[in-house]
C-alpha cells in the first residue's frame, strides 16, 4: 500500500507538469499560427508568441518540479525511501525537451524496489503492477459507491406541468 501511494503520487507529479506545460506551448502555438493571418507583421508576431509560450511552458514545469517535486522527496525521506544514487535521475526533469519523459515515476518505482531490497521484501514489477491495478479498482468501485449514493439523495425531478384538479 506504501508504495503505490508513492508510484501514484509520481504519476500524479509526471502527468500534472507534463499536462501543464504541453498545453501552454499548443495554446500559444495557436494564437501564434492566428497571428500570422496578420499582414506583414503577422510572422514575427506568430514565432514570438511561438517562442515565449515554450519558455512559459518550460518555466511553469521547473516551478512545479521544484515546489512539488521537493514535496515528494520528503515524502520518499520521511517513508525511508530517499537514496541519493536514484534521486540523480530527477535531474532529467531540469533539461528542456526530455523534462516531460516520467522522471519522478521512475525515481519513486527504483526507490520502493530499493527499500523493497534492503528491507529483505521481495518486490518485483508485476507486484508493482498488481499493487497499482487493483488500488486504481478501489478507486473505482468507491467512485461508483459515492455516485449511487448521490443518486439516493438527490431528490427526484417532478413534472414541472402538474395539472390541478
Given at each position: 500500500m506504501q508504495y503505490a501511494l508513492i508510484i501514484f503520487t509520481?504519476?500524479?507529479?509526471?502527468?500534472?507538469?507534463a499536462a501543464l506545460s504541453l498545453s501552454i506551448a499548443s495554446a500559444t502555438t495557436g494564437v501564434g499560427g492566428l497571428l500570422q493571418l496578420i499582414p506583414f507583421v503577422?510572422?514575427?508576431?506568430?514565432?514570438a508568441t511561438w517562442a515565449t509560450g515554450l519558455i512559459f511552458g518550460f518555466i511553469i514545469n521547473i516551478s512545479?518540479?521544484?515546489t512539488l517535486g521537493a514535496g515528494f522527496l520528503?515524502?520518499?525521506?520521511?517513508n525511508g525511501m530517499f537514496y541519493w544514487k536514484i534521486v540523480a535521475w530527477g535531474g532529467g526533469e531540469l533539461i528542456p525537451?526530455?523534462?516531460n519523459l516520467p522522471f519522478w515515476t521512475l525515481i519513486a518505482v527504483r526507490s520502493c524496489r530499493e527499500h523493497a531490497k534492503r528491507s529483505g521484501e521481495k518486490l518485483s514489477t508485476k507486484e508493482i503492477s498488481t499493487t497499482l491495478s487493483t488500488r486504481a479498482s478501489a478507486i473505482t468501485a468507491q467512485q461508483e459507491l459515492a455516485k449511487q449514493k448521490m443518486d439516493e439523495i438527490r431528490p427526484r425531478a417532478q413534472t414541472p406541468y402538474a395539472t390541478a384538479t
Open positions: 509520481a504519476l500524479f507529479l509526471d502527468g500534472l507538469s503577422g510572422t514575427a508576431l506568430g514565432t512545479l518540479n521544484f520528503l515524502m520518499l525521506s520521511l525537451g526530455i523534462n
